[in-house]
């Protein structure tokens, strides 16, 4: 059983697209993340959601807009997309927030031609 | 705001202790300090955490020192498998909500 899931696993897609990625957790965690590596693999943090109430965002472009119809799910949609969305997107869960182990997705990579 | 710093990548051989070394200026006395390990086209995945001095669990143990300025993940007796990029995260806590700053991730390459 997986535990944190996202689809697609990869997305192509061309500039000016709008694309939604989606994450489902079945682990009964209240709190999740959406991250974004680039090609340098650094790990930024995009968006935190408890009980579906955002509690983090970060600087991110507002052609950002995460989505959470419950607690198990947290999508993230991305207007007008552009080169530089191009990137790996990881979503994570964990039981509470502000530093409980986080269980994360396989990632989605998205390419931006 | 608290920044973390890692070296950038690592060589060891098969059966030695590696020791990664992270620090991060302007932590406050009560942030956790966590470590991750994430393998090619996977998600990051928990190693440990530790809020001061020593945490041990099964596969690394964790050293902060009394400044809190930095923390070591240790990995004993390394294997072929623990080819990996270890990336520390640090929260700090502020008023109600907190923020999560990963580091840039060491590259750990593990030679037989």
């Known amino acids: 059983d997986t535990a944190v899931s996202q689809t697609p696993k990869y997305l192509v897609t061309q500039m000016g697209n709008d694309k939604s990625i989606k994450c489902e957790q079945n682990l009964g965690h209240d709190t999740m993340y959406w991250y974004k590596q680039d090609s340098k693999k650094f790990l930024k943090i995009m968006f935190s959601y408890n009980n579906k109430e955002l509690i983090i965002n970060e600087t991110v472009p507002n052609r950002f807009s995460p989505k959470s119809p419950d607690k198990a799910h947290l999508n993230l949609h991305i207007n007008s997309l552009e080169l530089g969305d191009s990137a790996v997107y990881f979503c994570?869960?964990?039981?509470?927030?502000?530093?409980?182990?986080?269980?994360f997705g396989p990632g989605t990579r998205l390419t931006v031609l | 705001l608290a920044k973390t710093t890692q070296p950038i990548s690592m060589d060891s051989y098969e059966g030695q202790e590696v020791n990664i070394t992270c620090s991060h200026n302007?932590?406050?006395?009560?942030?956790?300090i966590t470590w991750y390990q994430q393998f090619p086209s996977q998600g990051p995945r928990f190693i440990i955490q530790g809020y001061k001095t020593k945490v041990t669990n099964e596969v690394a143990s964790l050293f902060i020192p009394a400044d809190r300025k930095s923390s070591t993940l240790s990995l004993p007796r390394v294997s072929l498998s623990d080819t990996a990029v270890y990336y520390c995260l640090v929260i700090l806590r502020m008023d109600s909500s907190y923020k999560l700053i990963f580091g840039s991730g060491t590259r750990l390459l593990v030679r037989p």
């Open positions: 994570a869960s964990s039981l509470g927030g502000d530093g409980n182990e986080q269980f």
């Open positions: 302007n932590i406050a006395t009560n942030d956790y």
